[in-house]
C-alpha cells in the first residue's frame, strides 16, 4: 500500500503559477504510476496528466500550462501549473497504481487503486 498526501493548493490569482506536490510513503513509490485529477462538486474527477512510473513516459491532455514530474529519489510527485484560470478551481487529487515492472501510464480514475485527500485551488481574480 502506499501513502498519499497533497499540498500546495490554497488561494493564487489568476495568471499566476502553482506547483502542486505528492508525497507518497509506505511500500516503494518509484513502483507507482502516478495520475493527477481534479474534482469540483458535482462533476466528474477529471485527469490532468499521469506519469509512469519511471517519469519516461507522459500524458498530458490538457495544454501546456500543466507539467507533471515525479522524483523517485524523495517519493514525490509534482504538478505544475501556469497562468492559472478561474477554470482551474477544484480539489486536485494525487493518485497512484502499482505498474512494476510495466512502465505505463493510466488515464481512468478507476485504474488507480489509492488515492490522497486532495488539495483546494481557489483562483482571485
Known amino acids: 500500500q502506499v501513502y498519499l498526501v497533497e499540498s500546495g493548493g490554497g488561494v493564487v490569482e489568476a495568471g499566476a503559477s502553482l506547483t502542486l506536490s505528492c508525497k507518497g510513503s509506505?511500500?516503494?513509490?518509484?513502483?507507482?504510476?502516478v495520475g493527477w485529477f481534479r474534482q469540483n462538486s458535482g462533476k466528474e474527477r477529471e485527469l490532468i496528466a499521469a506519469?509512469?512510473?519511471?517519469?519516461?513516459n507522459l500524458f498530458n491532455p490538457m495544454n501546456d500550462r500543466f507539467l507533471i514530474s515525479r522524483d523517485n529519489d524523495k517519493g514525490a510527485a509534482t504538478l505544475q501549473i501556469t497562468s492559472v484560470r478561474s477554470e482551474d478551481a477544484a480539489r486536485y487529487y494525487c493518485a497512484a497504481k502499482e505498474a512494476f515492472p510495466g512502465d505505463h501510464f493510466y488515464t481512468l480514475p478507476l485504474e488507480y487503486r489509492y488515492w490522497g485527500q486532495g488539495t483546494q485551488v481557489i483562483v482571485s481574480s
Open positions: 506519469i509512469s512510473r519511471s517519469g519516461n
Open positions: 509506505g511500500r516503494a513509490f518509484q513502483n507507482f504510476a
